[in-house]
């Protein structure tokens, strides 16, 4: 696809943002350094250069006022949503997007690097639906965190599985073990067929919503980054996060 081409393509990004996480209710609001977790992942996300325009979408009042309060935009959706997935594809309405983005309001490391490589590889490839991000596993810890997804693909670079176990199995699995960095680009389409998938029992038991994709016969397309972040899914993840942010300070 030409330069020009992709110029007359339009991408978006969208944060869902919920306040009743299971095991961690309110992270998206709790101070990370001079901020909260959601601005930072607002602010990171505006470096990148291929999105037209980010919103955060919640239907709950107290992300509301803290997005207003940074001067973000905001997109009100219902309470209907079950997955962040559904709650962009609610969130769209009548947007005028080709590529839609799913920032995760949990990942303050992600950086606008990271969105453009997604964005660019949906326009320059058409046939592609759904395009995420991972990265080589370093450690054994790693490995073995539920927490922290993993992701096996084929010689494409196309998922085969998303485990939150430690995939493939075998003494020398983590030389080719790699992590799941969940940031989505999805073809506006595709975005809009996606609520109505059926959920199957490989989603319904590893509790992972991209598997919904592969269960109905999809692909999702994987690109290799080195750059790292930290889902914070737990209050040990958000004092992580604060020693990061410390010695980047430095």
Do not use: W
Not at 26 to 38: F, N, P, Q
Request: hydrophobic share 35%; with cysteine; net charge negative.
């Amino acid at each position: 696809m030409s330069q020009n081409e992709n110029s007359r393509k339009r991408a978006i990004g969208i944060i869902p943002a919920r306040y009743g996480a299971t095991r961690f209710p309110g992270k998206l609001l709790a101070s990370l350094g001079d901020c909260t977790v959601i601005e930072h992942v607002y602010r990171r996300s505006r470096q990148a250069g291929l999105l037209d325009e980010i919103y955060v979408a919640t239907d709950d009042d107290r992300i509301a006022r803290a997005v207003k309060s940074f001067g973000g935009n905001l997109i009100r959706t219902s309470s209907d949503p079950i997955t962040g997935t559904e709650r962009i594809a609610e969130a769209c309405g009548e947007l005028e997007a080709d590529v839609v983005v799913n920032i995760q309001g949990d990942e303050p490391f992600l950086d606008g690097g990271m969105v453009d490589m997604v964005v660019k590889e949906l326009l320059d490839n058409p046939e592609l639906v759904v395009v995420t991000l991972m990265k080589k596993i370093m450690s054994d810890s790693e490995l073995q965190d539920p927490n922290l997804v993993k992701v096996v693909v084929d010689r494409d670079g196309f998922a085969l599985y998303f485990s939150r176990s430690p995939i493939p199995h075998g003494e020398t699995a983590r030389q080719v073990a790699y992590k799941h960095i969940g940031l989505y680009g999805y073809r506006r389409d595709f975005l809009s067929q996606f609520t109505s998938l059926p959920v199957g029992p490989l989603e319904t038991e590893e509790h992972l919503e991209q598997l919904r994709v592969l269960e109905n016969g999809y692909r999702i397309k994987l690109l290799e980054t080195d750059r790292d972040t930290i889902g914070i899914d737990t209050p040990e993840d958000l004092e992580r996060a604060r020693g990061r942010l410390e010695l980047c300070e430095l």
